[in-house]
């Protein structure tokens, strides 16, 4: 058994397609069309791009009950997922400078330091180093 596709619930599959790409630099790898104006749009890192793959799930639009929990992890700050980063302090910076809005700023943990910005889409994000 392995890992192949992750989703992450978005409101507007245009606007997070844009945001995971060009601020966050993943690379669109399937964008199928589905029922109504709904896609089957997955992205992968470019430094892994046989790697597991994020599809980017309009579920909130058509599922309430998953609307309600991206909701309610957004008000209470918990991140949806975590990225992992060489460096959070140079992503963070990059980040800054391409708009990207920071709840939590580089903050060092046990052995990590992580960072958490709004995706745009109805979600935190974390990113993580290993120190």
Not at 47 to 65: I, K, R, S, V
Not at 82 to 88: A, E, I, L, P
Not at 104 to 112: A, C, G, L, Q, W
Request: net charge negative; hydrophobic share 40%; charged share 25%.
């Amino acid at each position: 058994m392995k890992v192949t596709i992750i989703s992450i619930p978005v409101r507007d599959q245009e606007i997070a397609l844009e945001f995971y790409t060009k601020k966050l630099g993943f690379i669109k790898k399937k964008d199928t069309p589905l029922d109504g104006e709904n896609r089957w749009i997955t992205l992968v890192s470019k430094d892994a791009q046989d790697g597991p793959e994020l599809l980017l799930e309009p579920a909130p639009n058509h599922f309430e009950p998953s609307k309600v929990y991206q909701d309610a992890l957004m008000e209470a700050g918990i991140p949806w997922t975590q990225f992992d980063v060489d460096s959070v302090d140079d992503e963070y910076k990059r980040l800054l400078d391409l708009g990207v809005e920071f709840s939590i700023k580089p903050s060092i943990f046990s052995t990590v330091k992580y960072a958490v910005f709004n995706d745009t889409c109805g979600n935190n994000i974390q990113i993580v180093e290993n120190l």
